[in-house]
């Protein structure tokens, strides 16, 4: 496969370059997303790097904590060739994820474990997991503040935040990043959010940029997958949903087919497209994904493909999460 290396993009107004495709690494240790073959995790790690992936997704609660292990021993003695991102903003008990929490006075217990697992003495990009809604966001990014002043950490970012706290977070210091669900699959970002981003010179980092595979081809029923993988409970895949949902995703693999590409790589193109600010962070623990995902940066959409794909998926059925994950999201 011929593939050139991926250009860099700036994310906020601070300086932070990451490349135009970052990698989701949650599942290379995690059996959220299919069952985990670490030897081929490590060689996809290794050969994103090859290809000039160097922004890498992780957080806490992955595993918990094994993610961030995984991580850290897999960049040994090749730190400085990374972007490194993670998470925190989830209680924690005896390794099971018991709610939000980003109580300020536990915020830099829990970021001086991510540096010890991370095997490094500084965070390239600390994301607030989710919004608590019983800490007020000022007080969560003045400690977050101080770790930059210490240099712990270099930028600051939320994830699945809402326009209101985007702006409040960002007058107390500048927000370099958003995470949050963005796709063709999902879009709901495009009417507070994504003004409120552009706005104040923040970036967004989409995760499950491919409708959780759907929009690649992974076309399951919810009651396929093991109950321990996220897509098991997903309203999208679960019945009449389902059936919709396979119906409208046949522009992508139409589109895909015309232009000898995949259906994946028609997302991602898509993606790419809505603006330098934006950088995804699809997620695989497989070289031939992995290479796959890049090459979508050489794929052409003409503005009238791009509005086809968009009409076809304007009317995505279900609920992007079930009622009890949803209800952590800030709106």
Known sequence: MNI????????????????????GCMGMSDDAYG??????????????????????DTAEVYGPYRNEDFLGQALRGRRQEVVLATKFGFRIEDGTVTGVSSDPRQIRKVVEGSLKRLNTDYIDLLYQHRIDPEV????????????????????????????????????????????SEYSLWERNLEI??????????????????????????????????????????????????????????QAVHKLAQEKQATG?????????????????I?????????EENVAASKVQLTSEEMLELEQALSQVAGQRYSPERMAMVDR
């Open 282 to 290: 699809p997620g695989t623990k497989r070289r031939s994904y992995l």
């Open 192 to 249: 507070d959010v994504l003004p409120v981003l552009r706005e104040l010179g923040i970036g967004l980092v989409p995760f499950a940029p491919l409708g959780r595979g759907f929009l690649s081809g992974n076309m399951k029923r919810a009651e396929e997958y093991p109950e321990s993988d996220f897509r098991h409970l997903d309203p999208r895949l679960q019945g009449e949903n389902f059936d919709r949902n396979l119906q409208a995703a």
């Open 136 to 179: 007020p966001v000022e007080d969560v990014i003045g400690v977050m503040a101080d770790l930059v002043k210490e240099g712990k950490v270099l930028y600051l970012g939320l994830s699945e935040a809402g326009a209101s706290n985007i702006r409040r977070a960002h007058a107390v210091h500048p927000i370099s990043a958003l995470q």
């Open 264 to 280: 994946g790589q028609i997302a991602l193109a898509w993606l790419m497209r809505q603006g330098e600010d934006i950088v995804a």
């Open 35 to 56: 069952q985990v073959d670490h030897a081929e995790a490590v060689a996809t790690l290794r050969r994103a790097l090859e290809l000039g992936v160097n922004f890498l």
């Open 4 to 23: 050139t290396l991926l250009p860099q993009r700036l994310l906020g107004t601070q300086g932070l370059s990451v490349s135009a495709l970052g990698l």
